[in-house]
T-cell receptor, first 113, second 114 residues
Framework: AQSVTQLGSHVSVSEGALVLLRCNYS??????LFWYVQYPNQGLQLLLK??????LVKGINGFEAEFKKSETSFHLTKPSAHMSDAAEYFC???????????FGTGTKLQVIP | DGGITQSPKYLFRKEGQNVTLSCEQN?????MYWYRQDPGQGLRLIYY???????QKGDIAEGYSVSREKKESFPLTVTSAQKNPTAFYLC?????????????FGSGTRLTVV
């Protein structure tokens, strides 16, 4: 079985501050991990994904995430928040083998000027 | 450019009426999915199809129906049996049935009961 937990349904940061969105997963086999972003009234867009290899993954718009097996975490970070980063972010896990992707419940990021 | 097209963007349904949401992809992806999104509840899987002429129920299939007659098309019908259909509906696709490459999403259809 696989699951993903996003800590904090709402996160607020000041413009220029560090963005940290938390994601923990549960999986009995090595996971594939994803972060998606959703702007209001739009679909989800893939930000980045971890498959195998390097544990620090860089994505679009300056975001990155680090896979930490010992902590079963895949937190999303960005050094300096921009107003355009305000959106909802979803973490997702997949274990392959014809298992569907499981999505977290999302974290809404507010950026304060 | 390749992608997923959902139509219409906004849809209004009267009580007791069936409506069909369109989803078309030109990515040559094998698998397609329908999700329902309600505030604070994340994405809930309605139906998915991993190959033409085959589809499976997701977590909340009651009151919905689908077909997959062509690889590029996966329409969703919201029937009158769905008692609370007002929601944002998202269609997605993936290259294969494993999901390991991630999903591509359409821009969604917002359905409102009037």
């Amino acid at each position: 079985a696989q699951s993903v937990t996003q800590l904090g349904s709402h996160v607020s940061v000041s413009e220029g501050a560090l963005v940290l969105l938390r994601c923990n997963y549960s999986s009995s086999v090595p996971p594939y991990l994803f972060w998606y972003v959703q702007y209001p009234n739009q679909g989800l867009q893939l930000l980045l994904k971890y498959t195998t290899g390097a544990t620090l993954v860089k994505g679009i718009n300056g975001f990155e995430a680090e896979f930490k097996k010992s902590e079963t975490s895949f937190h999303l970070t960005k050094p300096s928040a921009h107003m355009s980063d305000a959106a909802e972010y979803f973490c997702a896990v997949c274990t392959g083998g014809y298992q569907k992707v499981t999505f977290g419940t999302g974290t809404k990021l507010q950026v304060i000027p | 450019d390749g992608g997923i097209t959902q139509s219409p963007k906004y849809l209004f349904r009267k009580e007791g009426q069936n409506v069909t949401l369109s989803c078309e992809q030109n990515l040559n992806h094998d698998a397609m999915y329908w999700y329902r999104q309600d505030p604070g509840q994340g994405l809930r899987l309605i139906y998915y199809s991993q190959i033409v002429n085959d589809f499976q129920k997701g977590d909340i299939a009651e009151g919905y129906s689908v077909s997959r007659e062509k690889k590029e098309s996966f329409p969703l019908t919201v029937t009158s049996a769905q008692k609370n259909p007002t929601a944002f509906y998202l269609c997605a696709s993936s290259p294969d049935r494993t999901g390991i490459f991630g999903y591509t999403f359409g821009s969604g259809t917002r359905l409102t009961v009037v």
